[in-house]
Protein backbone atom coordinates (compact mmCIF):
# COMPACT_ATOMS: atom_id res chain seq x y z
CA UNK A 1 0.00 0.00 0.00
CA UNK A 2 1.34 3.59 -1.00
CA UNK A 3 -0.47 6.54 0.93
CA UNK A 4 -0.34 9.57 -1.55
CA UNK A 5 -0.95 13.36 -0.32
CA UNK A 6 -0.45 16.52 -2.58
CA UNK A 7 -0.26 20.16 -1.59
CA UNK A 8 0.68 23.21 -3.04
CA UNK A 9 -2.45 23.85 -4.95
CA UNK A 10 -4.25 26.94 -5.09
CA UNK A 11 -4.94 30.64 -6.68
CA UNK A 12 -2.53 32.12 -9.21
CA UNK A 13 -2.82 34.65 -12.03
CA UNK A 14 -2.73 33.41 -15.62
CA UNK A 15 1.40 33.50 -16.14
CA UNK A 16 2.34 32.72 -12.38
CA UNK A 17 3.77 29.35 -11.04
CA UNK A 18 2.59 26.97 -8.67
CA UNK A 19 4.58 24.03 -7.31
CA UNK A 20 2.84 20.91 -6.43
CA UNK A 21 4.14 18.31 -4.06
CA UNK A 22 3.19 14.66 -3.67
CA UNK A 23 4.44 13.10 -0.62
CA UNK A 24 4.37 8.98 -0.63
CA UNK A 25 4.34 6.48 2.50
CA UNK A 26 4.12 2.96 2.55
CA UNK A 27 6.26 0.97 0.12
CA UNK A 28 9.19 1.52 -1.50
CA UNK A 29 8.41 5.09 -3.45
CA UNK A 30 11.50 4.39 -5.84
CA UNK A 31 9.79 1.45 -7.10
CA UNK A 32 6.74 3.36 -8.53
CA UNK A 33 6.63 4.95 -11.69
CA UNK A 34 4.38 8.31 -10.93
CA UNK A 35 2.14 10.82 -12.94
CA UNK A 36 0.40 13.80 -12.18
CA UNK A 37 -3.05 13.77 -13.48
CA UNK A 38 -5.54 16.44 -13.71
CA UNK A 39 -9.98 16.47 -14.00
CA UNK A 40 -11.23 20.07 -15.12
CA UNK A 41 -15.28 20.36 -14.30
CA UNK A 42 -17.32 18.50 -17.04
CA UNK A 43 -13.82 16.97 -18.72
CA UNK A 44 -12.29 13.73 -18.48
CA UNK A 45 -9.53 13.13 -16.03
CA UNK A 46 -6.04 13.27 -18.14
CA UNK A 47 -2.53 12.68 -17.74
CA UNK A 48 -0.34 15.64 -17.73
CA UNK A 49 2.78 14.35 -16.74
CA UNK A 50 4.82 11.24 -16.02
CA UNK A 51 7.92 10.14 -14.32
CA UNK A 52 9.84 7.07 -14.01
CA UNK A 53 10.61 5.46 -11.23
CA UNK A 54 14.53 6.24 -11.74
CA UNK A 55 13.44 9.86 -12.89
CA UNK A 56 15.03 8.93 -16.24
CA UNK A 57 12.16 8.99 -18.48
CA UNK A 58 9.60 11.83 -18.19
CA UNK A 59 5.83 12.33 -20.33
CA UNK A 60 4.17 15.33 -20.68
CA UNK A 61 0.91 16.36 -22.86
CA UNK A 62 1.38 18.48 -25.44
CA UNK A 63 -0.52 21.35 -24.09
CA UNK A 64 2.02 21.42 -21.18
CA UNK A 65 4.98 20.89 -22.86
CA UNK A 66 7.22 23.42 -22.29
CA UNK A 67 5.84 25.18 -19.11
CA UNK A 68 5.33 22.39 -16.81
CA UNK A 69 8.31 20.12 -15.30
CA UNK A 70 7.84 16.80 -13.39
CA UNK A 71 11.06 15.81 -11.02
CA UNK A 72 11.23 13.15 -7.99
CA UNK A 73 13.20 12.41 -5.17
CA UNK A 74 13.49 9.52 -3.76
CA UNK A 75 15.20 10.11 -0.80
CA UNK A 76 12.30 12.12 0.39
CA UNK A 77 9.75 10.31 -1.37
CA UNK A 78 8.39 13.23 -3.08
CA UNK A 79 7.42 13.97 -6.88
CA UNK A 80 6.69 17.58 -7.73
CA UNK A 81 4.84 19.71 -10.57
CA UNK A 82 6.69 22.57 -11.16
CA UNK A 83 3.97 24.72 -13.36
CA UNK A 84 5.11 28.03 -15.15
CA UNK A 85 3.09 30.22 -17.18
CA UNK A 86 0.17 29.02 -16.16
CA UNK A 87 -3.10 29.05 -17.96
CA UNK A 88 -6.72 29.38 -17.25
CA UNK A 89 -7.41 26.58 -19.04
CA UNK A 90 -5.02 24.71 -16.21
CA UNK A 91 -7.53 25.39 -13.73
CA UNK A 92 -8.26 21.79 -12.44
CA UNK A 93 -7.70 19.57 -9.67
CA UNK A 94 -4.71 17.58 -9.90
CA UNK A 95 -4.17 14.78 -8.54
CA UNK A 96 -0.77 12.40 -8.33
CA UNK A 97 -0.99 8.61 -8.74
CA UNK A 98 1.21 5.71 -8.11
CA UNK A 99 1.97 2.31 -10.74
CA UNK A 100 3.95 -0.66 -10.47
CA UNK A 101 4.17 -1.04 -14.43
CA UNK A 102 6.85 1.78 -15.08
CA UNK A 103 5.91 4.97 -16.91
CA UNK A 104 2.88 4.56 -18.59
CA UNK A 105 -0.13 6.59 -20.03
CA UNK A 106 -2.52 4.47 -19.30
CA UNK A 107 -4.77 5.49 -16.05
CA UNK A 108 -6.27 1.95 -14.87
CA UNK A 109 -2.79 1.08 -14.60
CA UNK A 110 -2.35 3.90 -11.70
CA UNK A 111 -3.31 1.89 -8.98
CA UNK A 112 -2.26 4.30 -6.19
CA UNK A 113 -3.75 7.61 -5.94
CA UNK A 114 -3.86 11.53 -3.75
CA UNK A 115 -7.44 12.92 -2.97
CA UNK A 116 -6.30 15.91 -5.26
CA UNK A 117 -4.93 19.60 -4.85
CA UNK A 118 -7.15 22.56 -6.91
CA UNK A 119 -5.29 24.33 -9.15
CA UNK A 120 -7.14 27.79 -9.95
CA UNK A 121 -5.58 30.44 -12.38
CA UNK A 122 -7.19 33.45 -13.15
CA UNK A 123 -7.31 35.46 -16.42
Known amino acids: QVQLVESGGGLVQAGGSLRLSCAASGRTFSAYAMGWFRQAPGKERELVAG????????YYIDSVKGRFTISRDNAKNTVYLQMNSLKPDDTAVYYC????????????????WGQGTQVTVSS
Open 97 to 112: AATARGLTTVENAYIY
Open 51 to 58: ISWSGGRT
